[in-house]
């Protein structure tokens, strides 16, 4: 026991029960995973739901923050410098401040942090006057020839970029170029009656472009909003063992429960392999790694050692931006990260996007809070025997050998199974990603989902904020999760309440 301590540069008493009650077997046979059926008091260790790495101090509005609790001092250090250079704000090109120059020529943002709110979720704007910068747009088309379907397909790309706005649509500019565009949302209210004499109204959203500065799109222009989601917890994400995934998935629902999740796969320009895709809102992104050098290339417009273009999302259609000054030099990165050697000049070094790296699987998860209050063990009960545990999977032992050490041989409480559900034609966007269909999308993680509103200041849920609330996030779920909708449509007010009571715990 000694040395399993040790041996993790923690000494929580949580971890060391933790194995000393773990056998030899699979995380996956392992009975402690198993969802309890004992609802009369909290199981142990719920209130810690990442484990040793769970922060377990004051809850305000920068809850989302901290540090992994068993970091050692050295790596707090560098987790500071991480939180630095995401917050890091960037300016055009050229400039004297050589180390922060890059930004664009076309960007949705000019920090990390300026999406990623406090490192919580983002919302989409909220009046007109609202801006949009933890909001944006993903753009595709479908693959235009026979050559290119083949092509994509070797990849598990079904999706392409439009040939005039790249990938997304980019809403800002450095001086001298126009932004790509806007967009704009209508909506539509829906009136749910609820059992009890109660309603609620659901807002459908209509979006659409506006102010094309570059022409006009494809005539299969698909797009699908998404708002920045959360950071707390990624690195244990990425931990879970990929067989623990796997093991859920039923995409031919050959046990007949209705849920039929679906392992999403994707194309690891890291790897230079297909891996199973964990991160983003259809799962499109196989490592944390590589989420993170998506948005700096394509949020930002910045080079980074995976996304190495200077002009980020620019296309060919766009030669003022593929002209544009950039921030293109070699002077962050030593010789021994082997990119001088290659010639490969960037505007992010290797050694920020470790950093950032760190600081983003190092973001802790809140503690729980009032696990044994009798309305949220009460609601924890509906939760459960309402089948919405088929989907949010409550809980993981991440394996012992993990890519850092803070996440080895956690006991966590993420709620989510990170697979691909057909969540019915109200949520549908019609994009395609990968082995994503237009009515997919990755089950999200419950950990830290109460604390929004102390963290955000709002309460919008879902991949485009429609929902806004707990209640209405609920009453959007339709295809495979509808059955289990309709319980809570069907339930007392008091028990209602009760449910959402335990999610605001989470």
Not at 380 to 389: D, P
Not at 474 to 480: D, F, K, N, S, V
Request: charged share 20%; aromatic share 6%; proline share 5%.
């Amino acid at each position: 026991m000694k040395m399993i301590i040790k041996n993790l540069h923690s000494a929580y008493l949580t971890t060391a029960v933790i194995f000393g009650l773990v056998s030899p077997l699979t995380t996956a046979s392992n009975s402690i995973t198993l969802p309890t059926t004992d609802f009369s008091k909290a199981e142990t260790y719920e209130a810690l739901p990442a484990g040793a790495l769970t922060y377990k101090k004051r809850i305000n509005a920068n809850a989302f923050s901290h540090s992994s609790e068993n970091m050692s001092f050295e790596k707090k250090l560098d987790f500071a410098l991480g939180n630095a250079l995401f917050k890091k704000i960037w300016v055009s090109s050229p400039s004297s401040t050589q180390s922060s120059d890059g930004l664009g020529p076309l960007f949705n943002a000019r920090a990390c942090q300026r999406c990623h709110i406090k490192d919580g979720r983002g919302h989409p704007p909220n009046s007109a006057s609202d801006n949009r910068v933890s909001m944006l747009l993903r753009l595709g088309i479908p693959p235009q020839n026979i050559q290119k379907e083949a092509l994509n397909n070797k990849s598990l790309v079904n999706t392409i970029s439009d040939p005039t706005y790249g990938r997304q649509l980019q809403d800002h500019s450095v001086a001298g170029l126009h932004a790509e565009g806007e967009f704009v949302i209508e909506y539509t209210e829906k009136v749910i009656e609820l059992n009890g004499g109660e309603f609620a109204s659901l807002r459908q959203p209509k979006y659409r472009l506006s102010n094309l500065h570059y022409g006009k799109p494809h005539n299969d222009l698909m797009v699908s909003p998404r708002i920045a989601p959360q950071m707390i917890g990624l690195g244990l994400l990425e931990a879970i063992d990929k067989k623990d995934i796997l093991r859920q998935a039923d995409p031919e629902d050959k046990n007949n429960d209705g849920i039929s999740g679906k392992a999403q796969q994707v194309w690891s320009r890291e790897h230079k392999t297909i891996m199973l895709g964990r991160f983003g809102h259809k799962a499109g992104m196989p490592t944390l790694n590589e989420q993170n050098q998506a948005a700096f290339n394509g949020d930002i417009g910045l080079a980074t050692p995976l996304f190495p273009q200077a002009a980020g999302d620019c296309t060919n259609k766009q030669t003022s931006c593929l002209q544009s000054p950039h921030g293109l030099s070699a002077q962050h990165d030593d010789l021994h990260t082997g990119l001088l050697h290659t010639g490969l000049l960037l505007e992010v070094s290797q050694k920020m996007t470790d950093l950032v790296l760190h600081y983003s699987r190092n973001l802790a998860v809140p503690a729980r809070r009032n696990v044994s209050k009798p309305e949220v063990l009460a609601g924890k009960a509906l939760f459960y025997n309402s089948g919405c545990i088929a989907c949010h999977t409550p809980k993981y032992i991440t394996p012992r050998k993990t890519l850092a050490v803070e996440q080895s041989y956690q006991l966590i409480w993420p709620y989510t199974d990170l697979l691909l559900h057909d969540m019915g034609e109200g949520l549908a966007d019609n994009f395609t990603e990968a082995k994503a269909n237009g009515q997919e999308w990755r089950t999200p993680p419950l950990w830290g989902i109460g604390l929004t509103p102390t963290v955000n200041g709002h309460s919008f849920y879902l991949h485009d904020g429609r929902a806004r609330n707990l209640l209405e996030a609920i009453l959007w779920h339709g295809g495979e999760a509808e059955a289990s909708k309709n319980k809570v449509v069907l339930m007392q007010a008091n028990k209602r309440k009760q449910l959402l009571e335990f999610i605001k715990s989470l």
